[in-house]
């Protein structure tokens, strides 16, 4: 689904009450319609009543008068007619954080995850934050270790949901130290690229490139040009050796086309009294 034109917003997790750059871009993309509608779809999180309250107060305090929640707690509910229409009716759609897994099985075939995806094709907005942004890769993490070096068995993957083609995105990068994580889903999965997003930070996906906004970075393995690994030699819990993995740092600003693999710098001016002999 790469070629398609329909923009995702993928942010990497964190408070989103003190992310005003990223809720501006979701403001963006749906001012344009006539008092839009977005539909906050809790799936992924097991305290849904919390999470309801929390965005429902946070989009209508930016001005979005119709906050419709859609609740998937069990599996049944996918097949709800009133969920169905609410997706029908949205502008956006906006994934709360919780566990990734939980999307991927209680959505999975059923007419609303069918729906979601023609609604995609439309060109509705669909933003996630944590477990709504990872879910959105074709392939996902759904545990690992933090703070380690790559490793085998270091994660568990699943498939994702496929908005983002030949991708595994993973979320609270830096704060975590995920970076080991990801190289292990890379050694497992070479042609794919691991996507790592910082807190308070979203990568804004258009026709096969996305720009990187907000606070922190998206970080990027890309393991086409790995010449070594020794993964199927290691036993379980042994480090990995990889040599060749092209990585790309990305702040705000920073654009990346998935389609060339090719990172995008904007244009720079140096700061005002610098001084170049120090």
């Not at 907005?125 to 990872?134: C, H, K, P």
């Not at 068995?153 to 609270?172: F, K, N, Q, R, Y």
């Not at 998935?258 to 700061?271: D, F, I, N, Q």
Request: charge should be negative; glycine fraction near 10%.
């Amino acid at each position: 689904m790469a070629d398609r034109k329909t923009n995702l917003i993928a942010i990497g997790g964190g408070e989103m009450s003190e992310a005003r750059e990223i809720l501006d871009e979701i403001l963006g993309h749906i001012g344009t319609k006539r008092d839009p509608r977005l539909a906050v779809l809790t799936v992924a999180t097991n305290e849904s009543e919390a999470a309801s309250v929390k965005y429902n107060g946070l989009f209508r305090r930016l001005g979005i008068r119709h906050v419709d929640i859609v609740n998937v707690s069990q599996r049944e509910d996918s097949f709800a007619e009133s969920s169905i229409k609410k997706i029908k009716n949205a502008d956006a759609l906006f994934f709360t954080g919780g566990d990734q897994l939980n999307i991927t099985s209680l959505l999975g075939g059923t007419p609303l995850h069918n729906l979601i995806y023609e609604r995609y094709k439309e060109g509705v907005l669909i933003a996630g934050t944590s477990a709504g942004a990872a879910m959105m890769s074709s392939s996902m993490i759904i545990s690992g270790n933090s703070d380690s070096p790559p490793k085998v068995s270091g994660v568990t993957i699943a498939p994702g949901m496929d908005l983002v083609e030949t991708t595994i995105i993973d979320t609270h990068f830096s704060q975590r130290g995920r970076h080991g994580r990801l190289l292990t889903a890379i050694a497992h999965y070479p042609q794919v690229l691991g996507l790592g997003i910082d807190e308070r930070t979203a990568m804004v996906v258009n026709d096969g490139e996305f720009k990187v906004i907000g606070e922190g970075v998206v970080t990027v393995f890309d393991g086409r040009n790995m010449h070594y690994s020794d993964l199927p030699y290691r036993k379980e819990d042994e480090t990995v050796g990889m040599f060749g993995v092209d990585i790309h740092v990305l702040p705000s600003g920073y654009r990346y086309n998935m389609k060339e693999r090719e990172p995008l710098a904007p244009r720079l001016t140096k700061m005002a009294g610098a001084d170049d002999d120090v």
